[in-house]
T-cell receptor, first 112, second 111 residues
Framework: EDKVVQSPLSLVVHEGDTVTLNCSYE??????LLWYKQEKKAPTFLFML????IEKKSGRLSSILDKKELFSILNITATQTGDSAIYLC????????????FGTGTRLKVLA | NAGVTQTPKFQVLKTGQSMTLQCAQD?????MYWYRQDPGMGLRLIYY???????DKGEVPNGYNVSRLNKREFSLRLESAAPSQTSVYFC??????????FGDGTRLSIL
C-alpha cells in the first residue's frame, strides 16, 4: 500500500534555530513530491520536486528530493515565529485510484 | 483573486441531518478534489473530479456524494450526517500536473 510518512510529528524550536523536516515515501508510479505550509486555514504551496538532487530554494526555505532513498527534506534556516505552522508533504502519482497521497504533517512551533 | 471559495466556513449538524458543502474555483481548473482533515490523519481524499462531468471515489468516500455541477463548482453532500464525519473539509483544484490550490476549509461538527 502506498504511503507517505513525515517526521517528526511535532517540533518546538526557538527563533533563529534551523530545522529539518523529513518526508519518506513508498509510492508506485511516482511523479512528484510537494510541500505545503498550513497555518490557520488553507494549505499553501511551497515546493514541487521531480528530480533527485536539485535543491529548490525560496528565501529561508529549501528542499531536496532523493529518489533513490525515497525521501525529501525541507529545511528552514533562521526560523521566525511566522514559520509556526503544519508542514504537509504530498506525493503525486502518475496513475492509480487517486493522484495525491498526503503525509500526516509536521507541526512546527517557533518560540520568540 | 478569489481562487477556491468554500461555503459555509462553519456548520453544526445533528446526527441524521443532511447538508451540502459548496466549492467554486475561478482559475479555470479541470480537476477538483474534496478532502477531510482529522487530527493525526493528514488530508484524506473523499472524492475527486478530473474534469467536468466525471467524478471518482477517493480513499474515504462512504457517507458522501458529490456533484460536479460545471467546470467551476464541485459540491459535497452528506445525506445522513454521523458524528464520525466531524472534521475539517477542504476543497482543492488544479490544472494538469500543477500544484493544487486549496480553499480555506469548512469546519463541520456533528452532534
Amino acid at each position: 500500500e502506498d504511503k507517505v510518512v513525515q517526521s517528526p510529528l511535532s517540533l518546538v524550536v526557538h527563533e533563529g534555530d534551523t530545522v529539518t523536516l523529513n518526508c519518506s515515501y513508498e509510492v508506485t508510479n511516482f511523479r512528484s513530491l510537494l510541500w505545503y505550509k498550513q497555518e490557520k486555514k488553507a494549505p499553501t504551496f511551497l515546493f514541487m520536486l521531480t528530480s533527485s538532487g536539485i535543491e529548490k530554494k525560496s528565501g529561508r526555505l529549501s528542499s531536496i528530493l532523493d529518489k533513490k532513498e525515497l525521501f525529501s527534506i525541507l529545511n528552514i534556516t533562521a526560523t521566525q515565529t511566522g514559520d509556526s505552522a503544519i508542514y504537509l508533504c504530498a506525493v503525486e502519482r502518475t496513475s492509480g485510484t487517486y493522484k495525491y497521497i498526503f503525509g500526516t504533517g509536521t507541526r512546527l512551533k517557533v518560540l520568540a | 483573486n478569489a481562487g477556491v471559495t468554500q461555503t459555509p466556513k462553519f456548520q453544526v449538524l445533528k446526527t441524521g441531518q443532511s447538508m451540502t458543502l459548496q466549492c467554486a474555483q475561478d482559475m479555470n481548473h479541470n480537476s477538483m478534489y474534496w478532502y477531510r482533515q482529522d487530527p493525526g490523519m493528514g488530508l484524506r481524499l473523499i472524492y475527486y473530479s478530473a474534469s467536468e462531468g466525471t467524478t471518482d471515489k477517493g480513499e474515504v468516500p462512504n457517507g458522501y456524494n458529490v456533484s460536479r455541477l460545471n467546470k467551476r463548482e464541485f459540491s459535497l453532500r452528506l445525506e445522513s450526517a454521523a458524528p464520525s464525519q466531524t472534521s475539517v473539509y477542504f476543497c482543492a483544484s488544479c490544472r494538469g500536473n500543477q500544484p493544487q490550490h486549496f480553499g480555506d476549509g469548512t469546519r463541520l461538527s456533528i452532534l
